[in-house]
């Protein structure tokens, strides 16, 4: 038996009939992430002590209880952008690197409280931003699959650490679709929440009316365990609403899934396209019912996302100044102070964003785009609405094209937020999607997006469970 191969539920079952320890586990998982992570480059940081740490005290609660929680020993990784006290937490950028997290985020809090274990921190794109994690300030993450290959981003270190099996699970952060397109580009399943069903109390802020936390494992079932666990009302974040997961018995015969026309135009890869459409061939075949819908704000939804998330990052980065904590670059002067030390701790993209963003925001532009771009989203909002009074749920890819190769869009940032096309939509309109592992081209993976209402979060993993089957 390969500690490392198996799933949250069988380390589960194997702790409670005592066929091996977390610590085991944990060991069996730091020895394949000193192995094969110089290759990967999945973890920036990997917190071994805290690990060895946890799973010793996870060891003491199952030995001691019959009953315990599914999550206890299990370990996991956590991208760079929620803190873990005492660890440092860097969002893969310059201005943080020397950072460490003074306090536990909500979430880091609740997985401790059920006992699980932490291997470490994991590489993104600098505070967010990217589609590749190339843009990390401190190494590109490769794809598992292909290590010519990008593995996604902004998650994509979470992403790379599961496919590698380098990590149980792990936890990740979606704006604009940073957990579902790394879980597509790595075959591994991703789940972004209904906005405000998990906190973000304890995150690096890029966009805040659009990031949502969320799980990233290797089956259905096991996204469901993590989500269930992290979910629910946190005085510490206003934005977070009383959420609880309840099962919900789902058939496929007589589900109304909606197939939008806007997700197979021109640009889509053929076999990516085919992927998808044998997907939807297979859960119609098992008695679903295939509605083509329209969502007419699409063609839109990309530009409204690159006016609003910049708005919104170049706010939230207006505290990364050099005196408050941080990189503090010295100067003649305050000013020179901040000049000085913004210029080395934001890299080109995220510099690129910021000029973005307070240009959209400035007097006289306000109107124009800021206004705008949220009367879009309002418009982007309401095609969901009008297709959710149609159907269930709605199927579609989670990227127009499978992994590509490493320094292959760098030089073109329009061609890079375009990888974000079919999974930005949903975080303008705040609602859930998950991506599951559909096939693969060749050796690279190719995922598909499973769409739901507001709050139905349970409804999609549901479909995901029988699509999941469906498509082994």
């Known amino acids: ?6 799933t949250i539920a069988q380390l589960h079952e194997g702790f409670k009939k005592k066929q091996f320890t977390s610590a085991e586990v944990t060991k069996a998982y730091l020895d394949e992430i000193k192995k094969t992570d110089g290759e990967i480059g999945a973890y920036l940081n990997i917190t071994e002590k805290l690990a060895l740490e946890q799973a010793e005290k996870a060891d003491k609660i199952i030995s001691s209880s019959k009953n315990f929680p599914m999550l206890t020993g299990v370990p996991f990784c956590v991208k760079d952008a929620i803190l873990v006290e005492g660890e440092k937490a860097t969002a893969g950028s310059k201005m943080l690197e020397n950072y460490v997290a003074p306090y536990d985020a909500t979430v880091i809090r609740k997985l401790k409280e059920l006992g699980g274990v932490i291997l470490g921190k994991t590489n993104m794109d600098c505070f ?21 290959r990008v593995a996604g981003g902004s998650s994509g270190g979470s992403a790379a650490g ?24 790595c075959g591994v399943v991703g789940l972004k929440p209904t906005y405000g069903t998990v906190s973000r109390y304890g995150v690096y802020a890029y966009a805040s009316s659009l990031d949502q936390i969320g799980p990233m494992g290797r089956t259905v079932e096991d996204v469901v365990t993590v989500f269930k666990a992290i979910s629910g ?6 934005t977070s609403v009383d959420y609880e997961f309840k099962e919900v018995n789902v058939a496929m015969k007589g589900l109304k899934i909606g197939v939008p026309k806007e997700y197979f ?13 044998q997907a939807i061939k297979k859960a119609e075949e098992a008695g679903a019912t295939i509605v083509e819908i329209t969502l007419p704000a699409t063609e839109y939804a990309l530009a409204c996302y690159y006016i609003i998330a910049p708005c919104e990052a170049s706010t939230n980065l207006a505290r990364f100044d050099g005196i408050k904590y941080a990189l503090s670059e010295p100067g003649d002067n305050l000013l020179d ?18 000029i973005i963003g307070t240009h959209a925001l400035s007097s006289g532009y306000y109107d124009a785009y800021y206004k705008k771009a949220q009367e879009v989203r309002q418009l982007v909002r309401e095609d969901f609405q009008n297709a959710f009074e ?32 079919y999974t930005i939509s949903l975080n303008l309109a705040g609602i859930p999607g ?5 096939g693969k081209i060749g050796k690279l993976p190719v995922g598909l997006q499973i769409i739901g209402n507001h709050f139905e979060d349970n409804k999609i993993l549901a479909v995901a469970e029988h699509m999941e089957k469906l498509l082994q």
């Open 233 to 238: 009302k946190d005085p510490m974040d206003a």
């Open 390 to 421: 149609k159907v269930d749920v709605i199927f579609a890819p989670v990227s127009p094209f499978p992994a590509f190769k490493i320094g292959e869009k760098t030089d073109d940032p329009l061609a890079m937020y375009l990888a974000d096309i």
């Open 1 to 6: 038996m390969n500690l490392i191969d198996l």
């Open 434 to 438: 998950i991506s599951l592992p559909a």
């Open 162 to 185: 599961v496919a590698a099996k380098e990590s149980c699970w792990a936890l990740a952060e979606d704006t604009g679709g940073s957990i579902r397109q790394p879980a597509s580009f």
């Open 265 to 277: 135009a021109k640009g889509i890869n053929p076999e990516v396209e085919t992927i998808i459409k």
């Open 337 to 354: 102070v901040y000049l000085k030390t913004r210029a080395a701790g934001f890299n080109a993209e995220a510099k690129r964003r910021i």
């Open 128 to 148: 967010g931003f990217g589609s590749s994690t190339e843009n990390s300030a401190f190494k590109v993450t490769k794809n598992p699959h292909d290590t010519s």
